[in-house]
DNA sequence: CTATTTGCAAACGATTTGCAAAACA
DNA sequence: TGTTTTGCAAATCGTTTGCAAATAG
């Protein structure tokens, strides 16, 4: 799988959270309010898809740091709920802003030659997952699910 | 997460598939017929549940081999579809023979405490998933999708 | 001032790979 | 015998961790 995030972002997804309510949020969840979160908080607010910890990395400017606290820091931040992990099954985990008040999270469908991801809308298992829990009296459960395929571009059509 | 495939397989799901059979799909795969992948085909056969790579090469009794050899040969595997590999979001792929004739694929639901798996029946998402390749235009679609709970012994119920 | 966070380098675990020897067809 | 497969050891890649120095509140 090739890099990620298509230089043509859907506009409906992009989230525009101003980073100051990022920054509240942190300050919320008793983080202190560094130089490298905020950075990674910008990144993530300026990009409509999910990105590697290496992308973020990349895409700090100024305020860099370490990789090593970019791998903690979206694990915290995943753990506070502030982003949401993905993974596409390629050995790399994807983080995503949350959207705005964490309610219905959604999937991808991504594309297995250019990696385009298409970002699909809220997600259809509700009800099913409600279903499969109380069958095998299962709580506190939650799931993972994409979608791969050939975008029309890559099927050259 | 710890250790997988618990004692007490779900019985409508053991795939008594004989051997004979599964060597007889490497042949028409145009794969040699060697002691390590039957022994492989063999462990999966025996269970109930998707194993991990390590695990299977645990498993592999008389007829050991170096665990590079597995993780070739689930591969392999994989290729001609004898097997299909599962994701459970703790960074070890797991595989299991596929159902027999390849149709029908499922999904499984798993305990975040225990590893309990529960092989769920087949897949919801067919049509779902169709529609959605048509409405943005994919093709050669396919998905990945697991649930992650906390089962009735580990609740304490 | 004190707990949190960072940088750096080393450690890890799953998986892959190069290459010469061994095994199938 | 010719090609596929294996064993072994080393390499890769994403991610984690120990520890002392830097920093937020």
Known sequence: MKSPCPQHPHPH????????DLTE???????????PRQAILDVLRRHACPLTTKEIHRSLGKSDCDLAT????????????????????????????????????????????C???????????????ERLAQRHGF??????????GICPNCRGA
Do not use: W
Request: net charge negative; with cysteine.
């Open 70 to 113: 970019v791998y903690r820091n979206m694990h915290t931040l995943e753990g506070m709920g502030l982003v949401r992990r993905h993974d596409f099954g390629d050995g790399a985990a994807r983080f995503e802003l949350s959207s705005d008040e964490g309610e219905g999270h959604h999937h991808h469908l991504v594309c297995t030659r």
């Open 115 to 129: 990696s385009r991801i298409v970002e699909l809308d809220d997600c259809i298992l509700g009800d099913f997952q």
């Open 139 to 148: 709580t506190s459960i939650s799931h993972r699910m994409e979608f791969f």
């Open 13 to 20: 997804r992009l989230i525009q959270q101003p980073l100051s």
């Open 25 to 35: 949020k942190l300050r919320q969840g008793e983080l202190k309010i560094t130089a």
